[in-house]
């Protein structure tokens, strides 16, 4: 039984990419640590198969955009008034490093103006 609910958390796998802005923080990245983690033994892993059932159905929700489906976006804004790519990349590792490192300096050397 846990072989074919190791198929779908593979299918599952497939389906949501590694987003590589987000090293350390991406969700795909920490679905496939979990995975490797619970089915070291691959399909013949002994996992609570309910748990997992339950767990690939609504992650699979989430990568097939269910709720975006049933419930469309009218509006192309949003409450910060930036677009879908300004916002992917505010939360980009690269960007948030980078506002890190600014703060830091600015804490160092407070009177400094940019």
């Not at 619970?38 to 269910?66: M, R």
């Not at 976006?73 to 409450?79: D, V, W």
């Not at 910060?80 to 790519?85: F, I, K, M, Q, Y």
């Amino acid at each position: 039984m846990s072989s074919n609910v190791f198929r779908k958390v593979t299918l599952l796998l497939s389906k949501w990419p590694l987003d590589l802005s987000k090293k350390g923080r991406d969700i795909g990245e920490h679905l496939r640590h979990k995975v490797a983690i619970n089915f070291p033994q691959g399909e013949t892993s002994k996992v609570h198969v309910q748990e997992w059932s339950n767990f690939v159905e609504h992650l699979g929700n989430i990568a097939n955009n269910k709720s975006l489906t049933n419930h469309p976006r009218i509006l192309k804004s949003s409450a910060t008034g930036l677009s879908v790519e300004e916002c992917k990349e505010i939360v980009s590792t690269d960007f948030l490093s980078y506002v890190q490192r600014h703060e830091y300096l600015k804490s160092v050397n407070p009177n400094k103006v940019d």
